[in-house]
């Protein structure tokens, strides 16, 4: 990903006059006074500002060059060190960096900065309509508990929509966290892994649901390996044709999601019902490899048409997978992993907003602009 960033720039006097008072909207005033301001930053050491007197309130209020404030930082070092902190840089090595240009900052200062620039940015709304979502859920701790974030994506061009900690792990719960985006940009599919809390999310919200085709042959895998180890452990005088059968089917399942025919769903059909005469666990025991192979194939049945919606609704223009929730949260994975956590949800929050935009994939980022607006 290439990332351009453009830095604001420090002019060293005012070049216009101010448009009008700051409190009270007046468009009449006068040059009041000319004073030195010191501020931090890598090219200048102080700038040149103006004080005006308004007549209608008779007060006085400063007009400052661009690219400078009422901080002592100037707007580029504040720019740059949010950025040195969404790409990964601890607030102490971002301190020392700035120190050794000359613009002097401590890390708390850093570390405001970066909060800064994460609650302007977190203000912001996707506009437009979105057809499908993603959505995805990661772990990060905040004072050493786990917090669990889900992310909401656009599936189409992989547009980060928002994100949300989450206080539960239910279909009730994902369903109010889901709803707003669905309600506000007129969703029409969800694309989810295999967590059962998105299906039920999918069928209050009435969207169609795309299961992560990767994420179900991942999972069929492992419970194949399952499966087979069950069957060589059991007894029984017909027990390697039973071993050979269950090899044959589970082969025969992988050939199945691998094309995912229309078709396909009927013979999983079939297949599950060759083992539904296998005998269930007993209380306190293992199941057998039938029954485990009947559940398999139940499974696989019922979301047979939820995991080639891809296929039977080619306008939506899913690829079958989750992956772009996944590189959404791997966004914000590039500054998580140089911590030993969050301090606070708000910080997290704030972070998360900060990476999210740094590598959304836009031509070109402008952090002075947004923080502005």
């Known amino acids: 990903m290439k990332i351009r960033l453009m830095i604001p720039d420090v002019n060293a006097s005012p070049t216009e006059r101010p448009r009008s008072c700051p409190y009270c909207e007046g468009a009449v005033f006068h040059r009041h006074a000319t004073l030195k301001k010191p501020i931090k930053d890598h090219r200048a050491t102080e700038v040149e500002v103006h004080r005006y007197k308004c007549l209608s309130r008779r007060r006085t209020f400063r007009h400052y060059p661009a690219g400078v404030g009422g901080k002592d930082q100037s707007q580029r070092t504040v720019v740059l060190a949010a950025l040195m902190y969404a790409m990964g840089l601890s607030c102490s090595a971002a301190s020392h960096i700035l120190g050794a240009l000359g613009a002097g900052v401590c890390k708390m ?6 909060q800064e620039a994460g609650e302007a940015l977190g ?4 506009a437009g309509g979105v057809r499908a979502m993603g959505a995805d859920e990661t772990v990060s701790r905040v004072k050493g508990e786990e917090v669990v974030v889900g992310f909401a ?3 189409r061009s992989g547009g980060t929509l928002g994100f949300e900690v989450l206080f539960g792990g239910s279909g009730r719960a994902f369903w109010r966290w889901l709803s707003a985006y669905a309600e506000e940009l007129g969703v029409e599919a969800l694309v989810s892994d295999d967590n059962d809390s998105y299906s039920v999310a999918a069928a209050e919200l009435g969207l169609s649901h795309q299961l992560c085709v990767a994420h179900v042959r991942k999972y069929v895998a492992n419970r194949s390996k399952s499966i087979l180890e069950q069957a060589r452990k059991e007894r029984g005088a017909d027990n390697s044709g ?3 059968q269950i090899e044959a089917d589970l082969k025969r399942l992988r050939e199945l999601l691998g094309g995912l025919e229309e078709e396909g769903g009927r013979e999983v059909g079939r297949l599950h019902r060759r083992c539904l005469f296998a005998r269930p666990p007993d209380r306190g025991g293992g199941a057998s490899s039938g029954y485990r192979m009947r559940m398999l194939t139940l499974e696989l049945w019922n979301d047979w048409k939820k995991m080639r ?15 772009a929730s996944e590189r959404s949260i791997a966004k914000s994975k590039v500054r998580y992993k140089t911590m030993r956590g969050h301090k606070s949800t708000e910080g997290m929050e704030n972070g998360v907003a900060l990476t999210q ?8 980022h402008d952090l002075a602009r947004e923080m502005v607006a």
């Open 109 to 114: 200062t850093v570390w405001r900065d970066a």
């Open 123 to 126: 203000r912001k709304r996707p």
């Open 153 to 155: 994506v656009d599936s």
């Open 242 to 244: 039973k071993l050979a």
């Open 309 to 323: 919606l891809h296929l039977s609704r080619p306008e939506l223009l899913l690829d079958g997978t989750n992956n």
């Open 357 to 364: 935009w740094l590598y959304n994939g836009e031509d070109g």
